[in-house]
């Protein structure tokens, strides 16, 4: 497979270059994208994570916390709101306010408008902790893409969001 002129090859230039050569018939083109897409998202899951580490925190906790922070005053939200922005099962999604209650960073309240019904609320250490935790992610990846010029990174944004979209629709 042929580089760009100047631009190194990494891992899926050589893995696209060997099916071409073991199965030329085979438009192999797709991972060029996609395989690049798959191996940055596990990069960018290991990197998170140890972001998340260095606040006590796991991805799971983080995607739950930061679902109660984006929902505004009070912080707080429906189990069913939280699956379907987490998109976890019910059974998973208690699982996991249960041991965020424990440590302290969310709290069950009764829903004033059903009283069946329960509320999930970040505490003040919630918002605390995911608050730093938001600020270091997003130190970290401002630094993973410091090497793109903003037009590319608007570029890339925009194109990204062409592929996620038809995923999104389907949800």
Request: aromatic share 4%; hydrophobic share 40%; net charge neutral.
């Amino acid at each position: 497979m042929e580089s760009v002129e100047n631009e190194p090859e990494d891992e899926v230039d050589r893995l696209v270059g060997a099916w071409r050569r073991e199965l030329p018939d085979l438009d192999v083109s797709p991972f060029e994208v996609l395989s690049r897409v798959t191996r940055l998202a596990r990069h960018l899951d290991r990197a998170r994570r140890l972001v998340f580490a260095t606040h006590d925190l796991e991805s799971w906790e983080f995607d739950v916390l930061t679902a109660l922070r984006r929902a505004g005053q009070p912080y707080e939200l429906s189990p069913g709101r939280l699956l379907t922005q987490t998109l976890v099962t019910s059974g998973t999604m208690t699982n996991r306010i249960d041991r965020l209650a424990a440590k302290g960073l969310v709290e069950r309240r009764p829903d004033p408008t059903d009283r069946r019904g329960v509320r999930v609320r970040l505490t003040p250490e919630g918002q605390q902790r995911v608050d730093a935790a938001l600020a270091g992610l997003l130190d970290h990846e401002r630094a993973l893409l410091s090497g793109l010029p903003a037009s590319d990174r608007a570029t890339l944004a925009r194109l990204l969001r062409r592929l996620v979209i038809p995923f999104d629709e389907q949800a």
